[in-house]
């Protein structure tokens, strides 16, 4: 929901930018692209790793709080790289 | 390339830097706003619009600031607000540790008296228990004693019963033989013509009421 | 159909200044110092010590019984807590500075301009950086970071320029990457939204007007979320540069 969002958001942007050169099209279009798929290997990591988390949870809830901790540890890892993708986004749009 | 729009409006100058290709001159509404906004508290002639930079940027006023606020929140806290709640809630923490310990006291008090307590009841009840068992005993003897009395006199009566029984029955047995002796004599004097001697015939007699009654 | 233009990204984060290089993010960190320090020194009153704590101390305790044993206990173990000030502070300085992204008239979190989390994160590498020099000795430190013990020999010609980077360069550059992106992220969504309703309801074609409530939803439920975003920032902050310092300070773990 939220990627799309974003993308949504960067094709409006896109959108807004079309009035001027190809070549400011081609840049936000590589923007989109650079975010778009900067977060399906992250979406996947984190999808992976929370369905886990839970998995080990109901199996041993007397561990909840170490598997959630370790849990945002990682997800904050994970998606760290989709981050990247925005900021490269961002970067792309106004360098 | 940018290109610089200045406009001037009374001692108002605002400056403005926009890419050459926008044909867009006109300042941007909010900015307007807060440009006269500012002009108007601070009572400055000159408003500074700059262009928006790059959003991943770090500006420099903003990091100083950032950074000055958290020292000194973090200075606070390591030194002043951080200990004080602590302790505070040490304060509070022993009060209840002490609390409890002096519950735990009145706690085993309490479980001492009940121990004591218990130890009356025990003492209490073993005497009763004992004073039940000797009037129990009392009764069992007493009853005994009247139970042998009694059976004592049942026997009694029985072999006296008993007695009358055998003697009765040892006349009766005593006549049949009799009895039997005259009939068994007379039968033989028809026989024999001459009567049988007595001990013979008792004899006889005898064996055979001896026989017939085992 | 309907006019819409959406600003350019930096056009939604530049604030004018109040009085010279003072603006919203400055003004937002000096309102996080003085809530938390207002709320701290409330709660650091002299109180009953047979009373439960209540109001501002209660609050104060909620917080700081998270960091020790939600963040300290968790990664650092009994000899972390000394460091709870710092990771309260740091704690509370980016939620505070996160938390005004929802609040109707500020909506703007001071994360979201790069200079604060680059700041925080720079502060947060320094600190367990020199945490491990100062438990293990530069030499001692600098020989656990980049030749970690329990790897075959050969394998250190990999092994080392990548612990470098990761522990030298991607760990404050993530760390600061992660709130900024985050925020910045979560600031646009909320912008976009409320444009979006905003040109909907006032669009010229009436039918278009009752549309507009979709994106009011979505606009509602992204501010939920900002809420949940807001604290889970502050606290993965917390928390990663809590592991970075205990990783410092002792480099079995």
């Given at each position: 929901m939220e990627a799309i969002a974003r993308l949504i958001a960067a094709e409006a942007a896109a959108a807004a930018e079309a009035g001027t050169t190809t070549g400011d099209g081609l840049t936000a279009m590589g923007a989109g692209l650079a975010y778009g798929f900067a977060a399906i290997g992250p979406a996947l990591g984190i999808g992976n790793l929370v369905g886990k988390s839970v998995e080990a949870m109901a199996r041993q809830p007397e561990a909840a709080g170490m598997v959630r901790t370790t849990m945002f540890l990682g997800i904050a890892f994970t998606e760290a790289l989709a981050l990247i993708g925005f900021v490269v986004f961002i970067l792309l749009k106004f360098a | 390339m940018l290109t610089a729009i200045v406009t001037q409006t009374g001692d108002q100058v605002q400056v403005r830097l926009v890419p050459?290709?926008?044909?867009?001159?006109?300042?941007?509404e909010a900015v307007l706003m807060s440009a006269s906004a500012e002009a108007e508290a601070t009572e400055t002639a000159v408003a500074e619009v700059k262009t928006p930079p790059n959003p991943v940027n770090p500006a420099q006023n903003e990091m100083l600031w950032a950074a000055g606020s958290f020292l000194v929140l973090f200075v606070l806290m390591r030194y002043f607000l951080f200990p004080r709640l602590k302790k505070g809630t040490e304060a509070r923490y022993a009060s209840i540790r002490s609390n409890s310990e002096g519950a735990v006291q009145v706690k085993a008090d309490a479980k001492t008296d009940v121990a004591e307590y218990e130890k009356a009841l025990d003492a209490a009840r073993a005497e009763a228990a004992g004073r039940v068992d000797a009037a129990r005993q009392t009764v069992d003897n007493e009853r005994t004693a009247q139970l042998a009395q009694v059976n004592a006199r049942i026997a009694a009566a029985r072999a006296e019963a008993d007695q009358k029984n055998a003697a009765a029955r040892a006349a009766a047995q005593g006549d049949v033989a009799a009895a039997v002796a005259t009939v068994a004599t007379r039968v033989a004097e028809l026989a024999l013509g001459k009567a049988p001697d007595a001990s013979v015939v008792n004899a006889a007699v005898a064996s055979t009421m001896e026989g017939s009654r085992s | 159909m309907i006019a819409l233009k959406f600003p350019e990204i930096n056009e939604i984060l530049v604030w004018k200044e109040l009085f010279p290089s003072f603006n919203k993010i400055s003004l937002i960190a000096v309102l996080a110092v003085l809530i938390s320090s207002a709320l701290f020194f409330m709660a650091g009153?002299?109180?009953?010590?047979?009373e439960a704590p209540k109001g501002s101390r209660n609050l104060a305790e909620i917080i700081v019984d998270f960091i020790e044993d939600g963040v300290i206990m968790q990664t650092?173990?009994?000899?972390?807590?000394?460091?709870t000030p710092f990771l309260l502070t740091l704690f509370l300085f980016i939620y505070l500075c996160n938390v005004p992204g929802i609040i109707p008239f500020f909506q703007?979190?001071?994360?979201?301009?790069m200079a604060v989390p680059m700041f925080l994160a720079l502060l947060v590498w320094v600190v367990f950086n020199a945490t491990g020099i100062k438990h293990q000795g530069v030499g001692g430190y600098f020989k656990s970071v980049l030749f970690p013990p329990g790897v075959p020999k050969a394998l250190y010609i990999l092994v080392t320029p990548i612990e470098l980077i990761s522990t030298m360069l991607v760990r404050p550059f993530s760390l600061a990457v992660r709130l900024f992106a985050n925020m910045l992220a979560g600031h646009i969504l909320l912008v976009t939204f409320a444009l979006l309703s905003e040109a909907l309801f006032q669009a010229n074609d009436k039918i278009l007007i009752p549309v507009g409530i979709l994106p009011f939803i979505m606009l509602v439920f992204l501010t939920s979320f900002e809420v949940l975003v807001a604290f889970l920032q502050a606290y993965i902050f917390a928390m990663l540069a809590a592991v970075y310092i205990g990783g410092a300070a002792h480099p079995e773990h």
């Open positions: - | 050459s290709e926008t044909t867009d001159t006109t300042m941007p | 009153r002299k109180s009953d010590v047979n650092m173990g009994k000899e972390g807590l000394a460091w703007m979190p001071a994360t979201a301009r």
